[in-house]
């Protein structure tokens, strides 16, 4: 019998462990049908429910963390990747530590990048700065003594042995006088440099080219140095991001190209290479084998061949051009063209390719003069309308080379993909830097943003203005699905920084200029912004301190904020979120910016159930929206959106949600301590203050960090001495005040100013001893002034604080005549508070200068007074004094405290004089 039970039993428990594990695995598809859905929050409902029942499914962690990250939930995200990592070290993959690790992460995008780089932890893991970094960005005076206006450079290419030979005539102008100025050649060349047919001694440093002259020259003066030189040039291992030369073959035919945007210019031709000093125009000649051609910037002026059996190719730029832009394609190029025609003038777009791709190139380029077209309606002109336009087939990916654009990617679209085909994404954004990047240039490394941040903003106009505003939006989703925030957008001055490996510079930043427009709210008046800038700017080398500049300047203050919150720090926005559900379908959502500087503002978007869409512009101030009739709600992102959301409310951000928690600050305020709840850094509910003996001080109400409704102020033995309203953390409504458990005062204010009817009470009796209007803390219209038994003794008309009528009553209440005042009564009048407070009161408030110290101390001043029935001074002044000024002092300190228990003459208040001495001494 035991047998059969322990069967049983056995039975039993498989049929039970069955049932929970498909249990366990109805929840886990469940789960994952609602991260397919996009139903992320709720996905993360269910997925905390397993992991509370089923503890052992630690893997869950990992979707979880997606299920956050997709609602831009940055810190929750990477506290469960930690999670998953912890209980599965053997899971490897770079995405967990890229996100988990930022010293990883800069490692991963440095070997992604192809440098041979080390972060630096001491400043966001960027690379670490080297003196040949220093050498190449900085603006030494041996740099900034000269300007060159023009190069003449001839250059020998020779494939089969990788290596090239030229010479370079530089033309400048001396700005400052010098006898040695820095020119730029990497350590591979060698070199000789002359000036007026005489050789010229330097010193080399790194890549720094020191040149000695045998005499001083002089501001203003204009020279020209030569400077011959061969060598094998570097060999780009990433082009054209970490760049150099190309050398390939194509059909057994060279084809040669060079990129070198941060490497540098100097690393193939000698020059002043700083992002600073564009020469006004240039002149490249290139030797090169005589079955293949030569395209360079600018346009070709001239061609032959020379007695080694070489062709040459001049070609001449006749703008000022970023040296780095400055580039040759070796080929067996043929060449098509397009015209592009504006209302001022038209230009040619120039299309070299090699013979067996132009099927392929002719459909590649179909919408490139559409493309020129927008941006010639968005920026302005092209700008080099005389040079003309030229897109070269490139045998690495792509570079901006001023009117000599290359492409690359074998007209495959590898990088970014439009939701039009048609649309390819190198003519459309290398063409962009024409206008962003070439003609609004950066002078330094650290501000190359600028460039790149413009160019792909500009992808997304493109996309708006040949296809439509879902297409914008659709590319705003995929370029914020890009940005890494690992480093800040800005870079590091003067050191030839490297921020392009992150991408955040083009993504992050089209992302902030997608976001301004959304704060602009005004398409119209944010694209007029934009053109404004380009124009402003155009033909010039800027920074981001010139940039902000013109944003304060002529477009608006409040803006900077904003886009110094975005360019120098390398986290975007938190968006602090706190949502309270009041019923099933009523929730209050609490809102507030976190890591910006103060003064930011931006919209973004809430989705809530029944069609429900609202644009809300969060602050730095925390803020409260109730929605009704609705159950749920989502923020969009770039993982789930709506492209029927409210305009301009699409913003990037990441969202931080926040709880109350109960907090407790011990002697926080010097002698008391206090404790609450906080809503992220605010307080939030109920709030105690507590006086050292352990009982409560203050008992407050606040409502996102502002005092709100009824605040309560005790003494140290417990006894209430103030009740008083606030709204929006002013004092506003009605204010009790209390002596001893009495009421003294009661009233109202209106934004911490006394406004509306007041009352004075008795401090023995709490009868009302006045009361009347208050208007901005002073008395308006008739005040009513009371003895102690209930009866009108007095009635003043006040305007503007000025008495202008007074009547006088008996206790029977008929109006009398005062006509004498005595100077006996029984009692004599006396101060509310004992006169030795008087004296202290006045003490405390009298302003002593030096010379009134020395010429009174020991003087006794005496003060007339007359009290009235009702316990006032209504008339003061001085019977003896040295200083009218001090005794008119002393009696306007009296006025303000006036509060006197009246003299009586035959069991009635009256006017009685009394004489005050005040005796001068220092406090």
């Not at 299920?67 to 810190?75: E, I, R, S, V």
């Not at 309203?725 to 006394?754: A, C, H, M």
């Not at 069991?907 to 009685?912: I, K, L, T």
Request: net charge neutral; glycine share 6%.
């Amino acid at each position: 019998m035991k047998i059969y039970t322990t069967i049983a039993l056995v039975l039993i428990g498989f049929n039970l462990v069955a049932q929970n594990l498909q249990k366990f695995y109805d929840k886990i598809n469940y789960a994952d049908q609602l991260m397919q859905a996009k139903e992320y929050e709720k996905s993360i409902d269910e997925i905390d429910e397993i992991l509370e029942e089923f503890t052992f499914a630690t893997k869950l962690y990992l979707n979880r963390g997606y299920a956050n990250l997709f609602q831009n939930k940055h810190d929750e995200a990477i506290a469960d990747f930690k999670l998953y990592h912890a209980n599965h070290p053997e899971d490897n993959r770079e995405f967990i530590y890229f996100l988990t690790n930022k010293q990883k992460a800069a490692e991963l995008l440095i070997e992604n990048y192809n440098g041979d780089y080390t972060p630096d932890p001491d400043y966001y893991y960027l690379p670490v700065v080297s003196r040949e970094d220093s050498l190449k960005g900085g603006m030494r005076l041996e740099r900034a003594c000269f300007d060159v206006n023009y190069y003449d450079l001839k250059i020998h290419v020779y494939p089969e042995t990788k290596s090239i030979e030229g010479i370079n005539y530089i033309h400048f102008n001396v700005l400052k006088n010098t006898d040695i100025i820095q020119l730029d050649l990497f350590q591979n060349y060698s070199l000789e440099v002359r000036w007026n047919d005489q050789l010229l001694e330097y010193t080399r440093d790194q890549n720094a080219v020191f040149v000695k002259f045998p005499e001083q020259l002089h501001s203003g003066e204009k020279h020209i140095v030569s400077v011959k030189y061969q060598g094998k040039p570097t060999e780009a291992p990433n082009p054209p991001w970490n760049g150099g030369f190309v050398w390939k073959k194509t059909k057994r035919k060279d084809w040669i190209g060079v990129a070198c945007e941060h490497l540098g210019a100097s690393s193939w031709w000698p020059c002043k290479d700083h992002l600073s000093d564009k020469p006004d125009s240039l002149k490249i000649r290139v030797y090169c084998p005589d079955d293949v051609n030569v395209v360079a910037n600018g346009n070709l002026i001239n061609q032959g061949s020379n007695q080694s059996g070489e062709n040459f190719y001049d070609w001449f730029v006749s703008y000022p051009i970023n040296t780095y832009n400055v580039t040759f394609y070796i080929g067996d190029f043929i060449n098509f063209s397009d015209t592009v025609y504006s209302a001022k003038n038209k230009y040619p777009i120039d299309y070299y390719i090699l013979p067996q791709n132009e099927k392929e190139a002719r459909t590649y380029y179909k919408l490139t003069t559409k493309i020129f077209d927008v941006y010639n309606k968005i920026y302005g002109i092209y700008p080099y309308w005389k040079d003309g336009a030229a897109m070269v087939e490139a045998p690495y990916t792509g570079m901006e080379h001023q009117s000599a654009i290359a492409i690359g990617d074998d007209y495959k679209e590898t990088r970014r993909m439009y939701k039009d085909k048609k649309l390819k994404y190198l003519v459309v954004h290398e063409a962009a830097h024409e206008w962003w990047g070439n003609t609004v240039a950066a002078n330094d490394m650290a501000d190359i943003w600028i460039s790149e941040t413009f160019a792909t903003y500009s992808e997304l106009l493109i996309q708006e203005e040949l296809i439509g505003y879902d297409s914008y939006l659709d590319g705003v989703s995929k370029i914020n699905q890009q940005i890494y925030n690992l480093w800040p957008m800005v870079g590091r001055s003067g050191v030839n920084d490297n921020t392009f490996a992150s991408g955040d510079i083009y993504h992050k930043g089209a992302s902030m200029i997608h976001n301004f427009r959304c704060i602009v709210n005004d398409d119209a008046k944010f694209k007029q912004i934009i053109k404004d800038i380009y124009n402003h700017f155009k033909f010039q080398t800027i920074n981001t301190k010139d940039f902000l500049r013109y944003i304060d300047s002529n477009v608006g203050e409040e803006y900077l904020p904003f886009f110094k919150s975005f360019l120098y720090r390398h986290e975007p926005p938190k968006l602090l979120l706190y949502t309270q559900k009041l019923d099933e379908t009523t929730t209050e959502f609490f809102y507030k910016w976190s890591n910006v500087d103060a003064g930011y503002y931006m919209p973004f978007c809430l989705i809530c159930e029944n069609n429900q869409k609202y644009r809300l512009t969060g602050t730095t101030q925390l803020q409260k929206f109730t929605v009704y009739n609705s159950a749920d709600y989502y923020i969009p992102t770039a993982y789930r959106y709506d492209l029927k959301m409210p305009k301009n409310s699409f913003t990037y951000f990441w969202i931080k949600d926040i709880k109350p928690k109960n907090v407790s600050v011990p002697v926080s305020r010097g002698s008391y301590a206090e404790k609450g709840t906080m809503l992220g850094n605010s307080k939030h509910g109920k709030w105690y203050t507590i006086f050292a003996n352990g009982n409560i001080r203050t008992e407050e109400n606040y409502y996102m960090n502002r005092r709100e409704g009824t605040t309560i102020f005790y003494n140290e033995k417990g006894d209430t001495l103030n009740i008083k309203k606030y709204t929006n953390d002013t004092l506003t409504g009605s204010v009790i005040s209390f002596n001893n458990n009495k009421r003294v005062e009661s009233g109202y204010y209106d934004g911490n100013i006394k406004n509306g009817p007041f009352k004075y009470y008795f401090h023995d009796t709490c009868c009302i001893a006045a009361k009347g209007e208050l208007n901005n803390n002073i008395k308006e219209g008739i005040w009513k002034y009371y003895n102690k038994h209930g009866n009108v003794c007095c009635k003043i008309d006040f305007h503007n604080g000025e008495k202008t009528d007074i009547k006088y009553f008996n206790n029977n209440g008929d109006e009398i005549e005062i006509t004498d005042t005595i100077s006996f009564s029984s009692p004599m009048p006396c101060y509310k508070d004992g006169i030795k407070c008087l004296y202290d009161k006045i003490y405390q408030n009298i302003k002593f200068s030096s010379t009134l110290i020395d010429t009174l101390f020991n003087e006794t001043i005496y003060i007339s007074l007359v009290i009235s029935p009702f316990g006032e001074i209504v008339s003061a002044k001085t019977e003896k004094s040295s200083s009218k000024v001090l005794a008119d002092e002393i009696i306007a300190i009296l006025f303000k405290n006036n509060d006197w228990i009246p003299g009586y003459l035959n069991r009635n208040p009256a006017y009685v004089k009394i004489v005050l001495p005040v005796k001068v001494k220092a406090v």
